[in-house]
């Protein structure tokens, strides 16, 4: 089964820019999406198929995906970007396309 | 702007079967242009999608939990529905139900409800 990998924890100071990385076998065929997630909260769609931004949320979310990393970029982080994010991708090499998440980074802003 | 929402038993016993419901509203389950979907997510870790269902009645499960999940929907009452067999303390997890949007064979979760919390547990 296809496997995202994203690093646990990533940590930046307030007006910084923040980028989380989510790493996969040839991740730039597939198009990734990415969820914001804050304590006690439903994730929320931030970018979807690599790059496109949902409205309502900010021009300072933006991604990228090529190769086997896809990234989220955080530009001039604020407090209230500190949540949870994840990756996800559709693994459609079997008769079933399956869904895959990414396991996670938290977002520390200092 | 559609909404989601969950509902169903907090509290369930080992062995026996979750079963909970979200109810759409602002939109219908019947449009062809989503499927609609269950994830889950255990206290403190990431997120399990459990399956999907389409309009028609078309499903897809992951295939850890296939053997023991069933998602089902109701168009008259707009409505869909998941249940889990033979529940363990694994099972204890918060479930959200989500809308998949497809275009142009891109398809990702959004919106989420807000999320139900059940535990196993006798």
Redesign the interface.
């Known amino acids: 089964s296809y496997v995202l990998t994203q690093p646990p924890s990533v940590s930046v100071a307030p007006g910084q820019t923040a980028r989380i990385t989510c790493g996969g076998n040839n991740i730039g065929s597939k ?1 990734v ?1 990415w ?1 914001q997630q804050k304590p006690g ?5 931030v970018v ?2 690599d790059s496109d931004r ?1 409205s309502g949320i900010p021009e300072r979310f933006s991604g990228s995906n090529s190769g086997n990393t896809a990234t989220l970029t955080i530009s001039r982080v604020e407090a209230g970007d500190e949540a949870d994010y ?1 990756c ?1 991708v ?1 693994d459609s090499s079997s008769d ?9 980074t938290k977002l520390t802003v200092l | 702007q559609v909404q989601l929402q969950e509902s169903g038993p907090g509290l369930v016993k080992p062995s026996e079967t979750l079963s909970l419901t979200c109810t759409v509203s602002g939109g219908s389950v019947s449009s062809g242009s989503y499927y609609w979907s269950w994830i889950r997510q255990p206290p403190g870790k990431g997120l399990e999608w459990i399956g999907y269902i389409y309009y028609s009645g078309s499903t897809n499960y992951n295939p850890s939990l296939k053997s023991r999940v069933t998602i089902s929907v109701d168009t008259s009452k707009n409505q869909f529905s998941l249940k889990l067999s033979s529940v363990t303390a694994a099972d204890t997890a918060v479930y959200y139900c989500a809308r998949i949007t497809m275009v142009q064979g891109v398809r990702w979760f959004d919106p989420w409800g807000q999320g139900t919390l059940v535990t196993v547990s006798s």
Request: hydrophobic share 30%; glycine share 14%; net charge negative.
């Open positions: 198009s999406h969820y909260q439903a994730p929320v769609l979807y198929d949902p994840y996800q559709w079933h396309p399956e869904v895959v998440f990414g396991g996670g």
